[in-house]
């Protein structure tokens, strides 16, 4: 392993210089990197705080670049840019897995590669900025960071569930909702799989889904039978 993630002193103004921000209280900083494995003063509560910021300037974002979007599409495109995947882009372009404090367990499992440790470190930097100075350069900071995904957003419909999409595909041509059945169950409680039917009569459709659980099971499902509802659509 490089000897740098065996440090507990953080190299923080290279930090701040990748945020474009220096800190007046650095010890802000220094918590919000640090995580619980480290001890009792970790970055859980600004994490807290930040995943709040967050949601809140990535949705003012949304409402002011959309004017027409509805509220439905509007929090789809939120989710899709503050989930862990989202902030996970933002701790990559940060290089943040160099300044973690982890504990020895974490720190020897790779914990500085996970993507939800990461992810909630940026969260927790945001609560920090925003402890260190104001909401407004907390808000510049944020749109700063996810430059590259705000102008990269994909089309809203696109980030409907597989579920959604089918009831609106069918909808569209005034036909029936689908039929999920759950036809079959195996393994112990903690680690099942479940075999789901998506059933659609009217076009003499179905197809199977199989996940850890039902609800997973069907989007796969649904998925599936979407392109073969679309081919049909299509060829009348």
Known sequence: MSKKFKSTQPDLPRLEKALNYQFQKIELLNEAVTHRSAGAKNNERLEFLGDSILNFVIAADLFNRYPESPEGDLSRLRASLV???????????????????????????????????????????????????????????????????LENIPDADSLKDPKTRLQE???????????????????????????????????????????????????????????????????K
């Open 83 to 149: 989930n862990k995947e989202g902030l996970f882009l933002v701790s990559q372009d940060l290089h943040l897995g160099n300044y973690l404090i982890l504990g020895s367990g974490e720190l020897k499992s790779g914990g500085y590669r996970r993507n939800s440790i990461l992810a909630d470190t940026v969260e927790a930097i945001f609560g920090a900025v925003y402890m260190d100075s104001d909401l407004e350069r907390c808000r510049l900071l944020i749109l700063q960071l996810y430059k590259k995904q």
């Open 169 to 235: 595909l069918l909808q569209s041509r005034k036909l029936s909702l689908p039929e999920y059945d759950v036809i079959e169950i195996v393994g112990k409680a903690h680690n099942q799989k479940f075999t789901v039917n998506c059933k659609i009569n009217k076009l003499e459709l179905e197809t199977e889904g199989k996940a850890s659980n039902r609800r997973k099971a069907e989007q796969q499902a649904a998925d599936k039978i979407i392109p073969l509802v679309q081919a049909i659509f299509n060829n």
